[in-house]
């Protein structure tokens, strides 16, 4: 007779598995005749011990896993017979009451994969983003990396100001007590980097070496240091130096220190210009993406397995441990990392996986090898030595696969566009470029 499937809630299932209990001490039987012809047992040679002895050595593990495949096998063909997606791992619990002799039942519940159907692309409202390359931009960026090649002169009775190296001594104390890491001698930082907190900063512009300043500052409830995170501390600082910025010139010797071996000015430009341009292009098709995305999820509706937004907040904690560790946290193993402050993140994470899914089966929007290999060489052109860079790309199939997953969702963002209501928008190049 075949089970019963019993929907419990929304995408919770469950079903009755039963299994021969002959048949699982036929299968155990013969594994201990296996075992048995090379298990080495004190006192006995090799292949020699009795089978009564064997048992009680083996025969409780080897009873255990045949009952785990037995239970495996029949279940999923319980489930193939049903025709049912199972999301996640079925929970089993032995069951007691109304079991005929010579069986074991257990009790599988599980959750299934929602039938979804594909929104009206046609009724979704999405903006696709650019943003411009011109003169201004190319000179901004120029500017920020003549900036960051900078040399710093100290220039006795100067005003700090932004982009200066400024150089101070300083104490802090809670409660006209010092706490650690709160002082320290001879500290450099260029100021208006946000390098430190907003209050030190401008409690430093304007002042000469030699100028002393005492101020309070209050820590963000979030700040790494706990002792003193949400705490108002108060900080005197004493300015030993302050030193100009000087920004070297754009010529032959600027362009090799930024990987033009023939120091040309002009092909330094036009680097510059097209990284520019593929970096404008991409945080751009990000936006668009991420608009594309919310359309999708605002106009999808289903249930999604509670198993899989576990396993996926789950997956978020393992990472952000070893973010914590990789940042020299200590006991980043022990620290109370909850799931459920990534559950809301993992479902939308979960919606919008199993909507793209449904959305490339039902349009055949797969990633196709040509695509593959075009992505991977337009990455490409951000290194030294492109043609090494697109070999090992396809030579790897992780690294392969991570390219698919993108063209992907491109293909999916392209389908979008060709069917929804796009609204195009600038963004502004600085707003773009997370520099405004």
Sequence with gaps: MQPVVENLSGLERRVDVVVSVADIEKEVQSQLKRVARTAKIQGFRPGKAPLS?????????????????????????????ANLRIAGTPNLEPKTEGVEEGTMAFSATFEVYPEIAVPD??????????????????????????????NYEARDGREAQDDDRVTLDFVGTLDGEPFEGGSAEKFPFVLGQGRMLPEFETAVRGLKAGDTNTFPLTFPEDYQGKEVAGKTAEFKITVTEVAEPILPEVDAEFAKQLGQPEGDVEKLMADIRSNIEREVKARARSRTKASVFDSLLEAGEFDVPKALVDSDAESRVVAAREDLKQRGVPNAESIPIPKEAFSAESERRVRLGLLVSKLVETADLQAKPEQVRTRIEEMAQNYEQPAQVVAYYLSDRQRRAEIEAVVLEDNVVDHVLSKAQVTDEKVDFDELMGTA
């Design 53 to 81: 002895i064997i048992e009680r050595s083996h025969g409780p593990g080897i009873r255990y896993d045949v009952i785990n495949t037995e239970v495996g096998k029949t279940f999923e063909k319980v489930i193939e017979e």
């Design 121 to 150: 692309l046609s009724a979704l409202k999405v903006t696709r983003s650019a943003s411009e390359v011109g003169e201004a931009e190319l000179n901004r960026t120029l500017d920020i990396l003549r900036k960051q090649r900078a």
